[in-house]
T-cell receptor, first 114, second 112 residues
Framework: GAVVSQHPSRVICKSGTSVKIECRSLDFQATTMFWYRQFPKQSLMLMATSNEGSKATYEQGVEKDKFLINHASLTLSTLTVTSAHPEDSSFYIC??????????FGDGTRLSIL | GENVEQHPSTLSVQEGDSAVIKCTYSDSASNYFPWYKQELGKRPQLIIDIRSNVGEKKDQRIAVTLNKTAKHFSLHITETQPEDSAVYFCAARDQAGTALIFGKGTTLSVSS
């Protein structure tokens, strides 16, 4: 089946650091990439939707200047958490779509900010 | 926008019993309803999905039912096994290319 490769799987860094998470669609063209955040024992909350070659659409309450999303090609989308703080610690997961169902999830990135 | 409610939040059953998880959605335009199983620290795994032109779908021990009029859908797991223990999420989407909106999840515990 379709695969989305997400890296890194785990990041531990100091407060104030910027962290980049990459998601690559390996065997399909991800025209759309969805970014979710999941806090412990909670659901997946949609952060933003990005379409290849255009600006991302952010959900209410998600700071676009803090969570920078780039979707420059049909196989790569990145999420950069800028100046990360402990409250940004979470499980970040991407999901790629090619206009059909179902979506294909990456393995997620566990971000821990000290 | 779409809002998905899921119940119960926790469910404990004995091995061999059936488990039922229910979800409701708010957007009548939603037409795709997947169910995911998530184990701790891992990505959600699609276990079954249903589209709005179908009322029921079954895959071995797992079945999903959809009532479009009432805007609710349910996951049924029969003959539960300890390895079914996980968090289950329902989701809804109104069209391909838009994001899935998830319910809050149900933690299923199957004891042997």
């Amino acid at each position: 089946g379709a695969v989305v490769s997400q890296h890194p799987s785990r990041v531990i860094c100091k407060s104030g650091t910027s962290v980049k998470i990459e998601c690559r669609s390996l065997d399909f063209q991800a025209t759309t990439m969805f970014w979710y955040r999941q806090f412990p024992k909670q659901s997946l909350m949609l952060m933003a939707t990005s379409n290849e070659g255009s600006k991302a659409t952010y959900e209410q309450g998600v700071e676009k200047d803090k969570f920078l999303i780039n979707h420059a090609s049909l196989t790569l989308s990145t999420l950069t958490v800028t100046s990360a703080h402990p409250e940004d610690s979470s499980f970040y997961i991407c999901s790629g779509g090619d206009g059909r169902q179902p979506q294909h999830f990456g393995d997620g990135t566990r971000l821990s900010i000290l | 926008g779409e809002n998905v409610e899921q119940h119960p939040s926790t469910l404990s059953v004995q091995e061999g019993d059936s488990a039922v998880i229910k979800c409701t959605y708010s957007d009548s335009a939603s037409n795709y309803f997947p169910w995911y199983k998530q184990e701790l620290g891992k990505r959600p795994q699609l276990i079954i999905d249903i589209r709005s032109n179908v009322g029921e779908k079954k895959d071995q021990r797992i079945a999903v039912t959809l009532n479009k009029t009432a805007k609710h859908f349910s996951l049924h797991i029969t003959e539960t096994q300890p390895e079914d223990s996980a968090v289950y999420f329902c989701a809804a989407r109104d069209q391909a290319g838009t994001a899935l909106i998830f319910g809050k999840g149900t933690t299923l515990s199957v004891s042997s």
